[in-house]
């Protein structure tokens, strides 16, 4: 494991919020570390607010389209909305579609899946407009489809794209409107909008524009369950306007009337009233996105689409796909990881395999990265050409890497954070060797980061009023990560391997106890009696509780973690 480091503060700074604020210390200390110095802006930031996002009209192409929406919804048009097969596809593509169906368009929606590969093809292109579509918007999708986007436009319909993928074409892009927050001449000052985001920026906006005609429409505000869904899943930085998303979608959430969503939050043990997005992250992403995973992502466009009977029936198959994608990851990550290790020491990780499910290669990816600390690619292989998704580390851009490496690639595509490719089998090895050249130069001489910390806390300090403090600095996420604290000099009162190799633990500290669990840390297992330091997530158990836990980051002998 990395070194801990304990991030550093302004005791000034500190010393005068404590004494403006009435807040915990160590709510002080993480506001300062996430650069709240002064009352007004911690203030701003423990209350988020839609009336606090900006306005959209900077937002290339917003207004137009806008306009063309508008247009359509007045004469009887028929819209088609087509949407990526991931979770912020699906959302997205639900918050248009509702949008515009309860605002007495005439709409159809389809979204995409697996099995005919990435992004929008020129296939579905004609499907489409065959359908009708007089105007076609894709969601979380388009950017760099551009062969599929002029052959809906040569086909006359105008096409619309809200997606958030990097801008890497130099080619003028050829439909009607691109909204994309990435496009280079787009002046809207918060780049981090995932697709759900940026949809319901353009039915609030299409929602003036009917009031203005005097026409009825939908309230966007019931949406923001979606968005919340869409934003979280797709690891979009928890901040700004995000931030302010999400915090108002988990209260959507957490009531509610989606027949479908209700029972996928019974079956994933979500507390009605209480959503988090950690329930977002860890429960009910996963269970959306395994359709799209392995095969149809309608399901899950269903499951949040429809009601009665036929939504709860769709999230129970979503469940059901959840758990086939649980077997599937696990035998791909062990014989991954296996080619990681035989290769351990490279700046970046690449594993292939003939036959593996390309739906799942993605989170293998993640789980790469956390092991090894360094960027990581999964290729599944099928006979000559293989489709391949990535995951990095803080600081190292993929698409940047991927665009050094274009020469050993068929195509690529995504964010800084997440990509995906498609190569040639015999190609492999040469991009193997460009990836690592590529990311060594980026990474320089770096160690292993460090394990960085928020702040120290005593078992003695662990109740529920201080989770229920630290949680006014949520929705945590990328970009507003949940603080990461630390204890030293606890008693291991008593320890034991759990599941499938995780480490339970009771700690005690002058007589205050308090549970813990290191998910996958049951190799290391210390001795009842023995003094460590800890780090960890303080969180919340409503399954054994409600009781506060530790989730373990990582653990020390006493004075070899937070005080070394």
Known sequence: MPAWALRDVDTHSLNELCSTLELHPLAVRLLLIRGFDDALKVQ???????????????????????????????TGETIGVFGDYDVDGVTSAAVVGEFLEKSSANIFMRVARRDEGYGFD??????????????????????????????????????????????????????????????????????????????????AGLRSALAEDGKKAADPRLLLDLVALGTVADVAPLK?????????????????????????????????GAATSADIGWRLGPRLNAPGRLGDADLALRCLTREGAEGEQAARECDTVNEERKDLQKRILDEAMEQAKANEGHDFVLAAGQGWHPGVVGIVAGRLADAFQRPAAVVALDGETGRASARSVPGVD????????????????????????????????????????????????????????????????????????????????????????AA???????????GQGHLR?????????????????????????????????????????????MRLLDWQPEGEGIGS
């Open 44 to 74: 701003r930031f423990l209350d988020p607010q839609l009336a606090h996002i900006r306005p959209p009209g900077t937002m290339a192409d917003f207004q137009k389209t806008v306009d063309r929406l508008l247009l359509a919804i007045q």
């Open 122 to 203: 020129e296939n579905q292109a004609e499907e489409m407009v065959e359908r009708g579509a007089k105007v076609l918007v894709l969601t979380d999708c388009g950017t760099s489809d551009l062969a599929a986007v002029k052959r809906a436009s040569e086909l006359g319909t105008d096409v619309i794209a809200l997606d958030h993928h990097r801008v890497v074409d130099d080619e003028a892009w050829p439909g009607f409107a691109l909204v994309n927050p990435q496009r280079p001449d787009c002046d809207f000052p918060f780049k981090g909008l995932c697709s759900a985001g940026i949809a319901f920026y353009l039915m």
């Open 240 to 272: 700004d306007e995000n931030r302010i998303l999400v915090a108002k979608g988990l209260e959507v959430l957490g009531h509610t009337e989606r027949s479908g969503l209700r029972e996928l939050m019974r079956l994933g043990q979500v507390s009605f």
């Open 398 to 485: 993929l698409v940047s890497i991927l665009e050094e490496c274009g020469d050993h690639l068929i195509r690529f595509g995504g964010h800084a954070a997440a990509a995906g490719f498609s190569v040639e089998e015999q190609k492999l090895e040469a991009l193997r060797e460009a990836l690592n050249r590529v990311t060594g130069e980026r990474l320089g001489d770096s160690d292993t980061p460090a394990l960085e910390l928020d702040g120290t806390v005593a078992l003695q300090s662990i109740d529920f009023d201080l989770f229920n403090e630290l949680a006014r600095l949520g929705p945590y996420g990328n970009g507003n990560s949940e603080p990461k604290l």
């Open 488 to 498: 030293s000099g606890v008693e291991v009162i008593n320890a034991s391997v759990v």
């Open 505 to 549: 633990m009771v700690l005690g500290q002058q007589g205050k106890t308090v549970a813990s669990i290191g998910f996958g840390m049951g190799d290391r297992v210390p001795d009842a009696g023995q003094r460590i330091d800890v780090a960890f997530v303080l969180q919340r158990d409503d399954y054994r509780g409600p009781r506060l836990q």
